[in-house]
């Protein structure tokens, strides 16, 4: 068990990394999952079909290693999204790196496989729990030993109850891995490919270290493109459509997407919920303030978010409003009930008791198990006569109960949060009891523990206190109030128009998205709207929806569809906007150069009423210079400087936010370490780099289509 012990140890982050990683783990069964027969479709790649059913098997799957791989059985919505997530793009990206692959003929043979896994060389088989703790690498051998054991257990029939359940899941796990490092040599080949044929000459490596090192002083002014007005110059349609033409591939759209207007209700707590959250709290703080108050239970009784542990603690791990107002209350005193705007809480807490001793300790334990508490007992006895003799090493005799006797140090912190056992309470409180050195035997059900508490840390005040927090929120009432509101307002305004119109007085704002994708797992981030997801990819344009509950079980939605962004190319009207600012900035440039013929210096320029100038040092071609008093940056500051001559004053340039007149006043060079060697390198694997994302490539050359939100 101490295999999975080690992979339980991984966090949330790292199990994710196994899954981004390469490209993991479906290419081995990708073409099996292409269904022959007629199914629903969870998405087509390239025209390979990807059932809903195989798809849902493939979640299933990685749901279960994560699951096992983190120790936890219940996945937050969130994280079961990620996963989705995930899957989907793994099977799309082994579909195109396979169909790639094999016009290329390049394979992975088992043979290569087995010659990874025996040296070792993937990087992905260190994520795996066969680990060498001397050498802290992947041992194949360790590997080997588990295969067969698992082979001759299923066979014999040994494999049962959590035996067999620890070995399946163990096996599957691998099972996993195994599939990754196909997947990843697969698309290593590939990418190797792809980066080797982006290559970097000399000429290219002396260029980049001159635009590095050497750098310029310059003089500039500006005429800013928002002093002339927009009635100035004109843009005609036919333009507009110019111009759209020539850039129509950056217009392509590789999936459809929705428009939509919608109103987004969040249910709030009424005064009167409040004021009986008040009184509740009210009534809990005066039942804390009677010398014999059983704490747990009144605690637990007033529905506090913060349950009550006998046990000191240092405020750092305790309520930031309860723990900045402890030195203000007595032994004995309850302070409240107080609100606490920053998590909207209604508040009351006892101060039960206060001490100074060392909150963090160093302690070891052996755990004694015999048939009965008299044969725990006993064991117990005779362990602790041999450690209280001179000299006695704690860890020999963990050892001889093949115990390790490890040191563990513990703080409030550790137990701060969460539910504790009778006798994980009997435990903490012996350790914070006992002194440095200190070897005591414990009860712990039929068993005995001893513990030896080896070090502790400087003392400081450390607190025990019964806290009453309650968050203000709304009762059933007060959401079927919200309810039955709305309802009418959807009711009596069936259209967009009318929703707009009525909204503000009704005490409603309508909000807009533009292109909603069906790959997103919610509407505008509200969590409970998958629904609302699924009706806007069926509505036809101008369709108003029913009223969706969503959220937290604390919002309400209506939606309406004002758009249809088809896949392939989107129509002029969706970018005109954007395509017209451009032209408008092309001619107020020729507009601002027309009214500059004869200025011939800097201050000839910098006198126009509408003129900014500024010094601008040490400009390399590198990078993209700001210039501050037009608020932006200017690549082309950087370029003019690169190439022009000292005292030379420039033809006006078109800059992104105004016209640019420029004079290099002094040029001078950078001291650098870097060579033409290490230039080179560098600029090669800046090269490998953007090889790498040639996934992406071959997702704009398919035809990719998401069906998942049907079913999903």
Same mark, same amino acid.
């Given at each position: 068990m101490a295999v999975l012990n080690t992979i339980r140890s991984w966090t949330w982050g790292l199990i994710i990394f196994i899954g981004f990683a390469l490209f993991a783990f479906v290419a081995g069964d990708a073409w099996k999952a292409i269904s022959p027969h007629t199914q629903q479709s969870a998405g087509v790649i390239d025209g390979h079909k990807l059932s809903a059913q195989e798809y849902q098997k493939l979640v299933e799957e990685y749901t279960d290693v994560v699951k096992f791989s983190t120790g936890n059985n219940s996945l937050t919505e969130a994280q079961n999204n990620q996963i989705k997530d995930e899957v989907w793009r793994n099977y799309v990206n082994n579909i195109l790196i396979a169909k790639a692959c094999d016009d290329l003929g390049i394979v992975v043979s088992n043979a290569e496989i087995k010659y990874i896994v025996d040296n070792g060389t993937s990087q992905l088989l260190q994520q795996t729990p066969f680990i060498n703790q001397q050498t802290r690498r992947f041992d194949p051998d360790m590997l080997k030993k588990f295969l067969l054991d698992y082979d001759t257990m299923s066979k014999s029939g040994q494999l049962r109850g959590q035996n067999a359940e620890y070995y399946q899941k163990l096996y599957n796990y691998w099972k996993f891995i195994e599939k990754n490092i196909r997947t990843s040599t697969l698309a290593s080949k590939y990418s190797a490919i792809i980066a080797n044929s982006l290559s970097v000459s000399g000429v290219e490596a002396q260029n980049a270290l001159v635009a590095e090192t050497n750098q310029s002083d310059l003089l500039l002014a500006a005429i800013p493109y928002s002093s002339v007005a927009d009635s100035l110059v004109k843009v005609t349609d036919s333009e507009i459509e110019n111009l759209y033409q020539s850039r129509k591939e950056q217009y392509r759209q590789f999936a459809e997407t929705r428009d939509i207007?919608? &109103?987004?209700?969040?249910?709030?707590?009424?005064?009167?919920?409040?004021?009986?959250?008040?009184?509740?709290?009210?009534?809990?703080?005066?039942?804390?303030?009677?010398?014999?108050a059983e704490y747990s239970a009144v605690v637990r009784g007033a529905g506090s978010e913060v349950n009550y542990k006998d046990l000191f603690m240092v405020p750092s791990v305790m309520p930031r409003d309860v723990a900045v107002r402890l030195d203000s209350v007595k032994v004995g005193d309850v302070f409240g009930p107080y609100n606490n705007a920053q998590d909207n809480t209604i508040n009351a807490f006892k101060l039960v008791a206060k001490e100074v001793a060392a909150d963090s300790v160093a302690f070891r334990t052996i755990f004694v198990q015999g048939a009965d508490a008299t044969a725990s007992k006993h064991v117990a006895d005779s362990l602790m006569n041999v450690l209280s003799k001179k000299n006695a090493d704690f860890v020999a005799v963990a050892a001889s109960l093949n115990q390790k006797g490890t040191t563990n140090w513990w703080s409030s912190k550790n137990y701060a949060t969460g539910d504790l056992t009778p006798d994980n309470l009997t435990l903490i409180k012996a350790i914070y009891s006992m002194k440095k050195g200190e070897t005591k035997a414990i009860k712990m059900m039929n068993n005995q523990v001893i513990i030896q508490v080896v070090d502790?840390?400087?003392?400081? /005040?450390?607190?025990?206190?019964?806290?009453?927090?309650? &968050?203000?929120?709304?009762?059933?009432?007060?959401?079927?109030?919200?309810?039955?509101?709305?309802?009418?307002?959807?009711?009596?305004?069936?259209?967009?128009?009318?929703?707009?119109? /009525?909204?503000?007085?009704?005490?409603?704002? !309508? #909000?807009?998205?533009?292109?909603?994708?069906?790959?997103?797992?919610?509407?505008?981030?509200?969590?409970?709207?998958?629904?609302?997801?699924?009706?806007?990819?069926?509505?036809?344009?101008?369709? !108003?929806?029913?009223?969706?509950?969503?959220?937290?079980?604390?919002? #309400? #939605?209506?939606?309406?569809?004002?758009?249809?962004?088809?896949?392939?190319?989107?129509?002029?009207?969706?970018?005109?906007?954007?395509?017209? =600012?451009?032209?408008?900035?092309?001619?107020?440039?020729?507009? &601002?150069? =027309? /009214?500059?013929?004869?200025?011939?210096?800097?201050?000839? !320029?910098?006198?126009?009423?509408?003129?900014?100038?500024?010094?601008?040092?040490? @400009?390399?071609?590198?990078?993209?210079?700001?210039?501050?008093?037009?608020?932006?940056?200017?690549? #082309?500051?950087?370029?003019?400087?690169?190439?022009?001559?000292?005292? !030379?004053?420039?033809?006006?340039?078109?800059?992104?936010?105004? @016209?640019?007149?420029?004079?290099?006043?002094?040029?001078?060079? &950078?001291?650098s370490d870097e060579t033409l060697e290490t230039v080179k390198n560098r600029l090669q694997n800046m090269n490998a780099r953007i090889g790498s994302q040639y996934v992406n490539d071959l997702y704009l050359k398919a035809d990719v289509d998401d069906n998942r939100y049907l079913y999903f």
């Open positions: 207007s919608y &109103i987004d209700v969040v249910v709030k707590a009424s005064q009167a919920d409040r004021q009986l959250i008040e009184k509740e709290v009210t009534e809990a703080s005066e039942e804390l303030r009677a010398p014999d502790q840390k400087a003392k400081e /005040n450390r607190y025990k206190v019964a806290i009453v927090k309650r &968050i203000v929120t709304f009762s059933n009432e007060t959401y079927t109030n919200y309810y039955n509101k709305f309802s009418q307002f959807v009711a009596d305004n069936p259209t967009l128009e009318d929703m707009k119109a /009525n909204a503000e007085e009704a005490g409603y704002r !309508v #909000m807009s998205r533009t292109d909603l994708s069906s790959a997103s797992h919610d509407i505008v981030g509200v969590s409970g709207t998958r629904d609302a997801l699924k009706w806007t990819f069926d509505a036809d344009e101008g369709d !108003v929806s029913t009223l969706f509950e969503c959220g937290d079980n604390d919002q #309400m #939605m209506v939606i309406a569809l004002t758009g249809i962004n088809e896949k392939g190319y989107r129509p002029l009207k969706s970018v005109a906007a954007g395509l017209r =600012a451009e032209l408008l900035r092309d001619k107020k440039f020729d507009y &601002i150069k =027309a /009214n500059l013929a004869g200025k011939k210096t800097i201050a000839e !320029v910098a006198s126009q009423p509408e003129a900014v100038q500024d010094s601008i040092k040490r @400009v390399t071609f590198a990078a993209p210079a700001y210039v501050s008093v037009l608020r932006s940056s200017e690549p #082309m500051v950087s370029a003019y400087a690169s190439v022009a001559k000292e005292g !030379v004053v420039s033809n006006p340039i078109k800059g992104n936010a105004g @016209v640019l007149v420029m004079q290099v006043y002094k040029k001078d060079k &950078i001291e």
